[in-house]
């Protein structure tokens, strides 16, 4: 028999989710955030870059602010008011105490229980290699949840230490956990994936509405075999 997925933890209030690029939460859980900012919980965004580098035919200079306004958006069709940039250079993000450092100081601003961010290990399930970005934001975003609780590190950032971060609920993983039923904020994640239309339309030549709704349906539906019949967004959560 499937090993069943055991459903996310609900004693929370405040979610904050650190990713690479624009996009990156919207291919992998926009459902799930649009029925946390339903049942009222917060949930703020972080961004390392701006995707810049992310569509060759438009000069980075010009793609940054389309891609910040496009992400904003985003956010806004799933109930996400808060979106931070940390300027980062897209495609060539370091792991290292500079990044840490940064996402500890968001840590400490937003005092989140859940954190949020996408696959930090090599490959996207042995199929295909995951991006140097992804990793380092990943892995930096995991190990910033503890630098964020220790008041004698990054001591300069003149914030008050945050060690309440319960949970970090890794998307994008082939070693998912948990799950969130992805029906009540399903059509709302295909509306906000929509929104980085720019990026999409680069990608695909199909109707963008049918490419978002056709790939977000086929990974949540992936998931209900192991989650109840549900079609569901799946996370690898480690407990803290």
């Given at each position: 028999?499937?090993?069943?997925?055991?459903?996310?933890?609900?004693?929370?209030?405040?979610?904050?989710?650190?990713?690479?690029?624009?996009?990156?939460?919207?291919?992998?859980?926009?459902a799930a955030v649009a029925g946390w900012t339903?049942?009222?919980?917060?949930?703020?965004?972080?961004?390392?870059?701006?995707?810049?580098?992310?569509?060759?035919?438009?000069?980075?200079?010009?793609?940054?602010?389309?891609?910040?306004?496009?992400?904003?958006?985003?956010?806004?069709?799933?109930?996400?008011?808060?979106?931070?940039?940390?300027?980062?250079?897209?495609?060539?993000?370091?792991?290292?105490?500079?990044?840490?450092?940064?996402?500890?100081?968001?840590?400490?601003?937003?005092?989140?229980?859940?954190?949020?961010?996408?696959?930090?290990?090599?490959?996207?399930?042995?199929?295909?290699?995951?991006?140097?970005?992804?990793?380092?934001?990943?892995?930096?975003?995991?190990?910033?949840?503890?630098?964020?609780?220790?008041?004698?590190?990054?001591?300069?950032?003149?914030?008050?230490?945050w060690d309440g971060v319960r949970w970090v609920?890794?998307?994008?993983?082939?070693?998912?956990?948990?799950?969130?039923?992805?029906?009540?904020?399903?059509?709302?994640?295909?509306?906000?994936?929509?929104?980085?239309?720019?990026?999409?339309?680069?990608?695909?030549?199909?109707?963008?509405?049918?490419?978002?709704?056709?790939?977000?349906?086929?990974?949540?539906?992936?998931?209900?075999?192991?989650?109840?019949?549900?079609?569901?967004?799946?996370?690898?959560?480690?407990?803290?």
């Open positions: 028999m499937t090993q069943q997925l055991e459903p996310m933890p609900t004693d929370w209030r405040r979610a904050l989710a650190v990713v690479a690029h624009p996009d990156d939460l919207e291919y992998g859980c926009a339903d049942e009222g919980r917060e949930v703020a965004y972080l961004l390392v870059t701006r995707g810049e580098a992310g569509i060759d035919t438009i000069a980075p200079s010009d793609c940054a602010p389309l891609r910040e306004r496009e992400q904003r958006a985003s956010a806004e069709a799933v109930g996400v008011a808060s979106v931070e940039f940390l300027d980062h250079r897209d495609g060539v993000i370091e792991y290292g105490t500079s990044l840490r450092r940064d996402i500890a100081a968001a840590i400490r601003r937003h005092r989140p229980e859940l954190l949020i961010t996408l696959n930090h290990r090599d490959t996207w399930g042995g199929v295909a290699w995951n991006t140097p970005d992804h990793r380092a934001v990943g892995r930096a975003t995991l190990d910033a949840a503890g630098d964020a609780g220790n008041r004698l590190i990054f001591p300069e950032l003149g914030l008050e230490p609920a890794v998307a994008g993983t082939d070693r998912p956990t948990h799950a969130v039923d992805a029906t009540p904020g399903f059509e709302r994640s295909v509306r906000s994936l929509l929104a980085h239309r720019t990026y999409i339309e680069v990608l695909t030549d199909e109707d963008p509405e049918t490419y978002c709704r056709t790939f977000l349906a086929g990974a949540t539906e992936a998931a209900a075999e192991r989650f109840g019949g549900r079609p569901a967004v799946t996370f690898e959560v480690f407990g803290r």
